[in-house]
């Protein structure tokens, strides 16, 4: 079985290289395991360099002078290039180049003081001992954030062999590139399956697809489909929002259709109903779960290979262990609003962070005056929801808003009505986490 990881980088949604760490990338491991080995402040070590554990780590820079000083703070992440997924969708659309877009995780590349990276790969995580082991060395914590993303497995044959990952910018690069070469086809969108990041990302996807294509003067000669195992499109709540887009630009829509197989020979995807779909270019969001290392770890109350996390707290099962981000499932209960589980989607994961990060600073306070704090009565817990910025169709944007905690019993959600403001305060947002994580004040896109 063929096994991509994500453990490093936001900010890609790509396969990350899991087994490389230079000589300069052991030596520095060591030095600050040392360093731990003789510290006796409360030591928090954060996982993984995406939406949470870059969030995370700029809520320990942002604390108060006194809270600081209670931390010895670590984010630990695979060294190499990143590029926030959120521009996947705006690279395959011409919109900015990869290249504009893409930093580099490591020491001086992203915007920390406080907080030591360690630029290596996580190998796995002794939750007994409170330990975590890296390629360079040991690291231990007294509380640890996981925010580790997903892995890509191949639950469907064929799939991700054959298809462009909708989350991985080079693929959207070489996605384009194909666009423009083909004279005319099938493009098929699809969700491999259920559950993935970025709910709006096929629809995005397939909407910067038609433009492409109109741009090119080339859209009468293929055909777009989207296909999904979900009853409708996303959000449950305003499922007309995006079925009314893509009617309104031929964009096929496909429900209820989980593929079972690809046949990257024959160029065809059969969906679990017998039904078969064929294809020029496929491009789709491959089935994710937890990476191995998170996995093997902790318990996976979610059968499909998340971990369920408490939906305030964000703690496990496991104590002093927050799993934030795209590895967690956090459950909730409105069926009104068709929503089971909080999406899987940057502003949420960010949201987790801040909420995880004040929690370890309550226990760390408590520590420090000699006091006893109990895992399963958390202090601290999520007070806010979280939103999806969405490029929509002909230069506009939108936003989805998603607030489980304000009412207990009915969460405020939302859908907005698409104007260009929305797609260019999404681009500013990029460009504020762009000087908030990595230092670049004036990027060129």
């Known amino acids: 079985m063929k096994i991509s990881y ?28 040392n360093m731990a080995a003789n510290n006796t402040k409360h030591k928090l070590v954060i996982l993984g360099a995406g939406f949470g554990g870059l969030t995370a780590a700029r809520a320990v820079e ?33 919109k900015v180049k990869a290249e ?6 490591a020491p001086g590349g992203l915007n920390l003081s406080r907080v030591a990276l360690v630029p290596d790969v996580v190998q796995s995580i002794d939750t007994e001992n409170k330990v975590v082991r890296t390629k360079a060395g040991e690291i231990s914590y007294d509380d640890l954030v996981v925010s580790l993303g997903v892995e890509y497995y191949d639950a469907v044959p064929g799939l991700n062999d054959a298809a462009f990952n909708l989350c991985d910018t080079a693929d959207m690069v070489a996605l384009r590139g194909a666009l423009l070469r083909a004279e005319s086809g099938t493009v098929v969108v699809a969700v491999g399956s259920l559950p993935y990041k970025c709910p709006p990302l096929p629809y995005e996807a397939a909407f910067a697809v038609d433009a492409v294509l109109r741009e090119a003067g080339k859209r009468d000669a293929f055909r777009v489909v989207v296909t999904t195992p979900m009853a409708q499109a996303v959000p449950p709540f305003a499922p007309h929002v995006f079925q009314d887009m893509m009617a309104a630009k031929g964009i096929e829509f496909k429900t209820k259709a989980q593929p079972s197989a690809v046949d990257a020979v024959n160029k065809t995807v059969t969906f679990d109903d017998g039904e078969s779909l064929e294809y020029t270019l496929l491009a789709a969001t491959l089935p994710q779960r937890a990476p191995a290392v998170v996995r093997e770890a902790m318990p996976i109350d979610d059968p499909r290979g998340f971990v369920v996390v408490d939906p305030k707290s964000l703690r496990t099962s496991v104590p002093h262990v927050y799993v934030i981000g795209d590895s967690a499932t956090v459950k909730v209960n409105f069926a009104k609003a068709g929503l089971k ?42 007070t806010e929801g979280g939103q ?21 019993d009915k969460p405020k959600v939302g859908i907005s009505e698409p104007d260009t403001q929305q797609l260019a305060d999404k681009l500013q947002w990029l460009r504020d986490l762009d000087a908030e994580w990595f230092g670049v004040t004036e990027p060129s896109y």
């Open 62 to 94: 942002e604390a108060s002078e006194e809270d600081a000083a209670l931390l010895e703070a670590v984010l630990v992440s695979a060294p190499g290039p990143a590029v926030v997924g959120a521009f996947a969708p705006m690279v395959l659309k011409g």
């Open 388 to 408: 999806c910025n969405v490029a929509a169709v002909d230069g506009a944007g939108l936003t989805i808003t998603m607030d489980f905690y304000d009412n207990a």
């Open 341 to 382: 589980v909080q999406p899987k989607a940057g502003k949420f994961a960010m949201v987790q962070a801040k909420t995880a990060v004040q929690a370890v600073l309550a226990d760390a306070r408590a520590a420090a005056a000699g006091e006893s704090t109990s895992w399963d009565a958390p202090v601290v817990s999520v």
């Open 100 to 105: 504009q877009v893409t930093r580099t995780v």
């Open 6 to 33: 994500q453990v490093s980088a936001v900010v890609d949604c790509g396969p990350r290289d899991g087994v490389r760490a230079s000589g300069s990338v052991a030596h520095l491991s060591r030095t600050l395991v």
